[in-house]
């Protein structure tokens, strides 16, 4: 049992989660490490390993943790909702800093990143659309797929990172 936290304390798993999307922002997923995230936390390598397996789950868990937001839930529906010809670049203010971290998954050199990134919007455009994953014949998944790509390449593009609308959500993390 690890020792008591003071109150306003932020828990290990909370800093190593926060310095994930710290990292991310400023160096490639490749590139990233264990002690780097230690080090970004502000915690031991042993706090890292207790809570983590690897970067691997720590990455899976901030995506898991981040994706489960109403913010993101709602940028993303709002995304693959197509409720009018203009409004996918009306972008609610308060997105921007949810938008930063889907385009630094979406730019990431890591395809675990960007498929953790296309399940999530598979997830919920199926929702929205009320559709059986199950019930998709295997030519229907390679054009959602294919469609998936596509959505996730542009969201990690150059273009929507230096889009006007949008660079003040991608100067910070």
């Known amino acids: 049992m690890g020792r008591p936290r003071k ?9 190593i989660e926060n310095a994930f999307w710290q990292l991310l922002g400023i160096e490639s997923y490749s590139n990233m490490t264990i002690q780097k995230l230690a080090d970004a936390a502000g915690v031991n390598r042993n706090a890292v390993y207790y809570h983590y397996e690897n970067v691997d789950d720590v990455a ?38 949810e938008i930063r971290r889907i385009q630094l998954c979406a730019s990431s050199d890591s395809k ?7 399940d999530a919007i598979k997830d919920k455009w199926f929702d ?46």
């Open 7 to 15: 109150k306003d304390d932020i828990s290990a798993p909370v800093k």
């Open 60 to 97: 899976k868990n901030a995506l898991h943790n981040f994706l489960q937001k109403d913010i993101v839930d709602g940028f993303i529906r709002q995304m693959i909702g197509g409720v009018g010809k203009d409004s996918f670049m009306k972008i609610d203010e308060a997105y921007m800093p």
């Open 112 to 118: 675990y990143l960007n498929q953790i990134l296309k």
């Open 128 to 173: 929205k659309l009320k559709i059986d994953e199950s019930k998709i014949y295997e030519t229907e998944k390679l054009s959602i797929e294919f469609a998936l790509s596509g959505i996730v390449a542009v969201l990690g593009s150059e273009a929507v990172a230096n889009n006007p609308l949008l660079c003040c959500c991608f100067n910070d993390v």
